[in-house]
């Protein structure tokens, strides 16, 4: 249930890397798109320090994380297009054991958190039980264990689904999957393997010499990594949906109560 990136939140030019990553960037989009407005409570589990929504709740089972997010919402320096304000709720929360009353939320956003954690099937029944009647679930994880690689390792990752047994997973707690979306596919990985092994040794040899970030230097770069990370975006969502389920790197489902 670890995630090597919080050995970098607090680093702003990682943040500024990471917020506008093409794969952040297009599970953002997809997410919002298929979750839209939430009038109720929205709870966003895991959400680290870059939540993919706008929610009620932002949980994490980092105390650091939390904290951290907390501070950088109130200055207003959360990612684009996600909001806080100050009815906005952080928890340090364990995704299996939610402090929840059941039939309490009205959607639940899950979102690249799901295949850290061994024992999956008790996340989904907390969350199930967590829903009101008619709730809603927004799960994104990646899929193909064939794509199982080092960034796989690197972020602890205990396994990448087969869409199919995922399904099967879903539908045994209870839920009906009534939308699936294919969020990347051969690209997205190739791109993320490509950037973890790009990027990890730049920033694994800060925290070893304890140097600051050189966060002024990298702003002149950001408008064109910007830039070419839209480029990509698009890239992988065309990738995503010319290529058949078989070959998709990161499944979207949305799960009724």
């Known amino acids: ?60 089972l980092s105390h650091h994380a939390m904290k951290f997010f907390k501070e950088i919402a109130a200055e207003g320096l959360t990612p684009e ?43 989904l029944a907390e969350i199930f039980s967590a829903l009101k009647p008619g709730g809603s ?15 796989d390792e ?18 045994r707690v209870g839920f009906k999957i009534v939308k699936k979306k294919k969020i990347g596919g051969p690209l997205e990985k190739l791109g993320t393997w490509l950037t973890v092994k790009l990027f990890v040794g730049v920033f694994d040899k800060k925290q070893d010499s304890n140097q600051p970030p050189s966060s002024e230097r990298f702003k002149k770069f950001l408008p064109f990594y910007k830039a070419i990370n839209r480029f990509l975006s698009s890239l992988i969502r065309f990738d995503a949906w010319l290529m058949p389920e078989c070959f998709t790197s990161i499944i979207l489902l949305e799960c009724k109560k």
Do not use: W
Not at 97 to 105: E, H, M, P, T, V
């Open 1 to 60: 249930m670890l995630n090597r990136f919080d050995d970098f939140f607090k680093d702003p030019t990682y943040l500024d890397l990471k917020n506008h990553l093409f794969n952040y960037q297009e599970r953002v989009r997809s997410i919002q798109e298929v979750a839209g407005e939430c009038s109720g409570i929205r709870l966003e589990i895991g959400s680290g320090i870059s939540p993919v929504t706008t929610a009620s709740i932002y949980t994490d």
């Open 81 to 123: 297009n996600i909001h806080a304000n100050g009815e906005t709720k952080f928890a340090v929360t364990d995704a299996r054991y939610l402090s929840f009353q059941n039939n309490s939320i009205d959607q639940v956003v899950l979102s690249e958190v799901l295949e850290h954690i061994q024992q999956d099937d008790q996340v």
């Open 154 to 171: 690197f972020v602890y990752h205990e396994r990448r689904y087969d869409i199919r047994e995922l399904t099967h997973q879903v539908e």
């Open 137 to 151: 679930l927004i799960l994104t994880v990646p899929t193909q264990p064939k794509y199982y690689a080092y960034d």
